[in-house]
């Protein structure tokens, strides 16, 4: 069965609202592992607006999963990665202006400063995922890169309007994911996935793992957490 990794940053987002001090989501990563979740994600943006440090540095310490942190590939962010020692980080792009990543990073355009940053996270035994959109081109760039495993960036696929619409980037999700197998990479997904389109994405023989945040923290507001990630579970069956 596909791994679920679970996405807390929007914990987080709830606090920060408020500048105080709860919900904690350190809190949620003990109810998510024990719902059942196989990993825990997180992003730290270079502007905190959601996730902070003090969060990660504990949640490094108790994570009984595999902690992925999403970051951008800066040295600001290398250096913390240094000494937090997550399992995996997953290079995101980023804008200030953003509400919520839009899009896969560019590995081809940014392919010379990424490739010494990668060597750099290898050598602190670091495993590394890049967040790309379904795409031959940017998929060969990873893998020519050294990365072990790529995230497909399925917000197109979750944003489609229309039958006609919603087959054609679900077929582009199954091709980016058979011929990045093809290449060596394994593969995972994310970006909008919900329990109403999840099902097609999960049975995606490729896809080892999908990275889920924003309609599971939704959902937990009426059922709870644990609900929320069994729930989940089931429609990734």
């Not at 893998?143 to 039958?163: M, P, S």
């Not at 394994?186 to 389109?197: M, S, Y």
Request: some cysteine.
């Amino acid at each position: 069965m596909t791994r679920l990794g679970v996405n807390i940053d929007h914990v987080a987002t709830v606090r920060e609202a408020r500048k105080i001090d709860e919900p904690d989501p350190v809190h949620a990563l003990v109810i998510a592992e024990s719902a059942g979740a196989d990993g825990i994600t997180v992003h730290l943006r270079g502007d905190r607006r959601h996730m902070q440090e003090r969060d990660i540095r504990i949640m490094a310490q108790i994570c009984k999963t595999r902690l992925n942190i999403e970051m951008a590939p800066t040295q600001e962010m290398f250096r913390i990665a240094c000494e937090i020692k997550p399992y995996s980080v997953t290079f995101v792009p980023e804008r200030r202006e953003e509400v919520t990543t839009e899009g896969g990073l560019d590995v081809l355009l940014h392919s010379k400063t990424l490739k010494p940053l990668i060597q750099d996270y290898h050598d602190q035994d670091i495993h590394i995922s890049i967040f790309v959109d379904p795409s031959n081109e940017q998929i060969k760039a990873c893998a020519r890169l050294g990365v072990e495993i790529i995230e497909l960036n399925t917000g197109r696929y979750a944003d489609a309007k229309g039958e006609e619409q919603h087959i054609l980037e679900l077929e582009k999700l199954r091709n980016a994911a058979r011929y990045a197998h093809k290449t060596g990479l394994r593969v995972a997904a994310g970006h909008g996935l919900n329990l109403r389109n999840v099902g097609p994405v999960a049975a995606i023989p490729e896809v080892e793992e999908l990275n889920i945040g924003h309609s599971l923290i939704g959902r937990a507001i009426f059922v709870g957490l644990k609900e929320a990630i069994n729930e989940m579970k089931e429609k990734m069956k």
